[in-house]
């Protein structure tokens, strides 16, 4: 490290190498004037497209997912009551309690609510959820906030919103609001200073009285530092709102491609497995004669995947399937060990979790 200048000043420890990547990606790529992306995989995105493919095959309906109709009251009625498990951002705790009291009727409502579920903005998540159903009157600091902040009842809920609110009080360029945010962000307090006094200076040549201009600053800075922008909140609560959509209309599809997306997660199989019981889905055991590596649908039900069990890999599993799909169902223990050891090294331990399930 120390013989490259653009890491030489970078404070890491020895071999924590996801530690100076992402110092790196913050501070020097910046500085030498290179563009930092982040890319974030979704397996709900992998969950989604599996659901799309069972109901075509079970069902023979064509879903394009991208166009689904948004205003599905079923939808909205699952979310209301607080069904939430397997729903992208909604299936925490404290996430569902909030969802639960604000009963969303639209994707407007989701990505305010996904942008508000963050430190510092999660403090106004009542005021929102109260100035909806007008329980607390909707309030501005000054009548150019209204048109920013009408949508969201009166709450900062998007760094976009700081943004125009920096320009129509004080005067900002965006460039120049971008600033105050990053400043924010970064609890720079050197920088922070001198941004107040700019906003300050800004607001009174706008005519804004001193007293309303230090109420508005102490307003933004909570969201300029943790709050989503509005593009970002949204493309989440459309995926909230797809998996949310799958669920509500295609449970058996939806939950087959979600257990089978979490395998690999006893906890999360073993919820899912309970919500389907509490749902009315049925489970089918595993069978070395009907199932799959994989979740399916197996008439109406869910069939459990083989290798879902512990103990078994996935190489075995899919050599177990491969000889029951040449050869036809196995007639009994000794078929069954003979037909799939030609396809795979079959061990005593892999047939024991087999027989134990």
Request: neutral net charge.
């Amino acid at each position: 490290i120390s013989d490259d200048p653009l890491t030489d000043h970078v404070p890491v420890q020895v071999g924590d190498k996801g530690e100076l990547v992402a110092q790196l990606a913050k501070k020097d790529i910046a500085k030498v004037g290179l563009l930092k992306m982040d890319f974030l995989g979704l397996a709900n995105l992998t969950i989604l497209a599996e659901a799309v493919k069972l109901v075509k095959r079970h069902q023979n309906i064509d879903i394009d997912i991208l166009n689904i109709p948004l205003d599905d009251p079923k939808t909205f009625e699952m979310l209301s009551r607080g069904d939430t498990n397997g729903v992208f951002q909604l299936e925490s705790a404290g996430m569902r309690r909030n969802v639960i009291e604000l009963k969303p009727n639209s994707v407007r409502e989701l990505a305010a609510i996904v942008a508000l579920y963050r430190p510092g903005p999660m403090a106004y998540i009542p005021r929102f959820i109260r100035s909806k159903f007008g329980q607390e009157p909707i309030n501005y600091l000054h009548p150019d906030l209204k048109p920013i902040l009408e949508e969201t009842y009166g709450v900062i809920c998007y760094q976009d919103q700081v943004l125009r609110i920096a320009c129509a009080i004080a005067g900002f360029t965006l460039g120049q609001a971008d600033v105050l945010r990053k400043a924010m962000s970064s609890k720079d307090r050197a920088t922070m200073d001198k941004q107040r006094e700019r906003f300050l200076e800004g607001a009174k040549s706008k005519g804004v009285s001193p007293k309303i201009a230090e109420k508005i600053y102490e307003q933004i800075q909570p969201f300029a530092g943790y709050a989503f922008n509005k593009a970002h909140a949204v493309c989440y609560a459309f995926v909230a709102y797809r998996t949310a959509y799958m669920k509500a209309n295609f449970p058996v599809e939806y939950y087959t491609a979600l257990l089978t997306a979490n395998m690999d997660d006893k906890e999360k199989l073993s919820l899912y497995v309970e919500d389907c019981k509490r749902l009315g889905i049925t489970i089918l055991p595993p069978d070395v004669n009907a199932s799959k590596a994989e979740f399916e649908v197996e008439n109406g039900a869910i069939r459990f995947g083989l290798a879902a069990i512990k103990g078994c890999g996935k190489a075995v599993i899919d050599g177990i399937v491969a000889a029951r799909e040449a050869g036809g169902r196995f007639t009994d223990l000794f078929d069954f060990c003979r037909r799939a050891q030609e396809q795979v090294s079959l061990n005593k331990s892999t047939v024991e979790c087999l027989i134990k399930v």
